[in-house]
């Protein structure tokens, strides 16, 4: 079985609130790809994601947001989900983190609220994403192109506007990680 992530770590970083399936599915393709993945959060424990209109299921947490370093992972996974992004945007070691992958060109994926977390100022100049229209001038000010395809994948930035793009995402996801593991590599 071909498993072009096989030695690479993914940082799923998610807080209680989390859109569940901007999750899970991203991370059942990651996992058949041979990645090891790692919830990263700022809770203890576990954290418990949202499905639909209620609470969803429990997940268990790695490592907390403080504790890590962006160095630890080759990658990061940004699922989407209002009530996680707004507790990730109170936490300053989250922008410490995504900070770190968008300087290092590491790859990051993001899905609908979840594009909210790359609004780093300076952080996004020159780069071409998509977002739900509530973002879109956040990610303007922080110096980002918006379009207005429901995905956008560039070099090492993969973004998608909702959960209805969730399957071309997951696809995405699975085949850009994929090559920036084979291009590492090769290097």
């Known amino acids: 079985m071909d498993q072009p992530l096989a030695g690479k770590t993914i940082a799923i970083l998610v807080a209680n609130g989390f859109e569940e399936t901007t999750m899970t599915e991203p991370q059942r393709a990651l996992l058949k790809t041979g990645a090891a993945l790692r919830t990263i959060s700022p809770e203890q424990g576990l954290v418990n994601g949202w499905h639909g209109k209620a609470w969803g ?16 992972y080759d990658m990061l996974l940004l699922p989407g989900g209002e009530r996680s992004i707004v ?12 900070g770190h992958f968008l300087d290092a060109g590491k790859p990051v994926a993001a899905i ?4 909210q977390l790359l609004a780093i100022p300076g952080k996004l100049k020159g780069r071409t994403l998509t977002a739900p229209d509530a973002l879109k001038d956040e990610l303007t000010a922080a110096g980002a192109t918006v379009s207005e395809e429901p995905l956008v994948v560039g070099d ?6 909702s959960v209805d793009d969730l399957p071309a995402f997951v696809e995405q996801v699975v085949k850009a990680f994929g090559e920036a593991a084979s291009l590492k590599k090769a290097a």
């Open 57 to 72: 299921h429990y997940f268990p947490v790695d490592k907390q947001v403080g504790d890590v370093l962006g160095s630890d």
């Open 87 to 98: 507790k990730l945007l109170q936490n300053a070691h989250t922008r410490r983190i995504v």
């Open 112 to 115: 609908d609220e979840g594009v």
């Open 156 to 161: 090492t930035l993969i973004t998608a506007r």
